[in-house]
């Protein structure tokens, strides 16, 4: 958080309601009683404001949306804003009763609603009788009001944001008979205890709501920046599982393939030689075996061996005559 005590201070976030108007459950977060008024305690308002973004941010990032909810007059344009700056589904003119659970018929409104919106948009509700076409726009003016900032939410949220958890009881009664975990902006008048994550502070003062919104608001945007780190980090694995995956799909039909002849019997290793090759690998095996074929020429008559055996004979009896005479 960017945020500081003396900011919580300036902004006079430790001003809680008159002490008759206090809920006795918010007890363990007023710091003292004077002059009447209650004051909160800011090192609790903070250290509630830590887990409180902690949770946004956790939750935005593994793919939640959270549900911005402040219909009294002075949270409605900050709501607004902080919607727009998240891109997260609002409620700030009205809780419309049973949002949440009554849920499958307010989608079929919704549906309703673009059916309208889209009849506007290509002039075709102006072909409409003028009677008829003059009831469709006073519905959608009553629609715009009670659905604004929720039309494109498809689902439940995974968490609900309220400003003033006294004043949005329908919406955190809602949310909890639903056992949607809840952050809400709570004053000494509220029930801290219907919250899951309560932030107290003065829910009155603009200046006070502004300053702890901005900070929830902060810790979605960061879970937003969060999410699409995690969801490109599974692109980029999901892609090298493909890749890996084709290359062992590559490699065990090249060794499929080994072992294959062109008549169909299996393959010993060798390459498959052209014409030319086999004409050459033929002339070398010729070669080879005329070089083998060539023998000392051995006599085939008795009188040559003779020959042979009288020259051997005399060869030896010189070289014994030379020793004798050395």
């Not at 941010?57 to 219909?71: F, I, K, R, S």
């Not at 002039?123 to 659905?147: D, Y």
């Not at 699409?228 to 493909?242: H, I, L, N, P």
């Not at 090249?254 to 008549?263: A, I, L, M, P, Q």
Request: proline share 3%; hydrophobic share 35%; glycine share 6%.
């Amino acid at each position: 958080m960017n945020i500081t005590l003396r900011d919580l201070l300036d902004a006079g976030v430790h001003f809680g309601h008159q002490r008759k108007r206090w809920n006795p459950r918010s007890k363990d977060f007023v710091f003292d009683h004077r002059h009447g008024i209650s004051v909160i305690d800011l090192e609790k308002t903070f250290n509630c404001l830590q887990k409180a973004t902690a949770f946004l941010e956790e939750t935005v990032a593994a793919g939640g949306d959270v549900l911005l909810v402040g219909t009294k007059k002075q949270a409605q344009e900050i709501i607004r804003e902080a919607g727009q700056a998240t891109n997260m589904p609002f409620a700030a003119n009205r809780w419309l009763g049973g949002t949440l659970t009554n849920f499958n018929t307010i989608k079929t409104s919704l549906a309703k609603y673009k059916k309208y919106l889209k009849m506007e948009a290509d002039e075709s509700l102006g072909k409409l009788p003028k009677k008829e076409g003059a009831a469709i726009r006073r519905e959608m003016v009553r629609m715009q009001r009670n659905f604004e900032g929720i039309i494109d939410l498809a689902k439940l949220p995974s968490a609900i944001l309220v400003i003033d958890s006294n004043h949005e009881e329908i919406a955190v009664a809602e949310a909890n008979r639903l056992k949607i975990p809840l952050v809400g902006i709570v004053d000494t008048n509220s029930d801290p205890a219907l919250i899951d994550y309560p932030v107290p502070g003065n829910d009155d003062a603009v200046k006070s709501i502004r300053i702890l919104m901005d900070t929830l608001v902060e810790s979605i945007q960061a879970g937003l920046a969060q999410r699409e780190t995690r969801s490109a980090q599974k692109a980029v694995t999901a892609s090298a599982r493909k890749r890996i995956q084709a290359a062992q799909v590559e490699d065990s039909s090249v060794d499929s393939e080994e072992g294959v002849t062109f008549d169909g019997s299996e393959l010993t290793g060798q390459d498959v030689l052209t014409p030319e090759q086999e004409e050459a690998k033929k002339a070398a095996q010729k070669e080879a075996e005329e070089k083998n074929s060539k023998k000392i020429p051995v006599p085939d008559s008795v009188a040559a061996k003779e020959e042979v055996n009288d020259e051997a004979k005399e060869e030896s009896k010189e070289t014994k005559e030379d020793k004798a005479e050395s």
